[in-house]
């Protein structure tokens, strides 16, 4: 059987190569791909500022420079917003999406949180060894990658690309997968968010906390394989 079509989208101040740790295991099971969001790794910084729209479009493009009609989508972090954002926007392209770690509800007060550490100085000073990863992970300038997921952040805190209202609209099949002591994305927020969704699934992984290296990535492995692993029944259609 064809393998199915898997985008695997990254974080904040990431890029393509934060999940290449997962692609030995899921490209037995998926047609894989990978890509930078506008700004970040390879890409080029572009003059306007970072936004989840410009990114969802980024995403559109890539499916469209590569023939692809429709596609499953795992995204961590920021990239599992996008990914919602997508399946929100443009049902038709999107089958399945699957998260992990994402913040979902976005207001001034999770944007002041958010962007308290992220300011070049602060992460010069405080976090060294993470400025060099920085620079060394994106070809253009670090620091202003930093600024404008900062400018990113603080605007989705006063336009939420998906309101409270959006949530039970989105008809595609979601696993929300959550660390247990995430304290980013958070897992009673995420749990409010599982609530308002009639097609989502909520999974949550032990000892586990925000940062994807402190994930077991054979659990979280075996549960994208589960789930984008298709199940279609006679008369089903994909987002059932």
Request: with cysteine; charged share 30%; aromatic share 8%.
């Amino acid at each position: 059987m064809d393998k199915r079509p898997l985008l695997l989208l990254h974080g904040s101040l990431g890029d393509l190569t934060q999940l290449e740790s997962l692609v030995p295991q899921l490209e037995e099971h998926a047609e894989l791909h990978r890509m930078d969001f506008e700004g970040h790794g390879e890409s080029a910084v572009p003059n306007s500022p970072f936004r989840i729209g410009y990114f969802v479009e980024n995403v559109l493009g890539y499916m469209d420079e590569h023939g692809l009609d429709t596609i499953d989508i795992f995204g961590y972090s920021m990239g599992g917003y996008v990914a919602l954002c997508l399946a929100k926007e443009y049902p038709q392209r999107i089958r399945r999406v699957a998260t992990l770690g994402t913040v979902l509800q976005w207001t001034a007060e999770v944007a002041r949180r958010e962007c308290r550490y992220l300011h070049p100085g602060k992460i010069t000073e405080k976090v060294p060894h993470f400025a060099e990863q920085l620079k060394e992970r994106h070809s253009g300038d670090w620091e202003r990658v930093v600024n404008r997921t900062r400018d990113m952040m603080e605007y989705l805190g006063t336009h939420p690309f998906i309101q409270p209202g959006d949530w039970q609209g989105i008809k595609q099949k979601v696993r929300l997968h959550i660390g247990d002591r995430d304290t980013t994305a958070g897992l009673d927020d995420t749990l409010e968010v599982y609530k308002m969704m009639d097609y989502a699934e909520l999974a949550v992984l032990p000892r586990t906390g925000h940062p994807i290296t402190e994930v077991n990535h054979s659990m979280l492995v075996s549960s994208l394989i589960d789930f984008f692993r298709e199940r279609k029944k006679p008369g089903e259609n994909d987002r059932a």
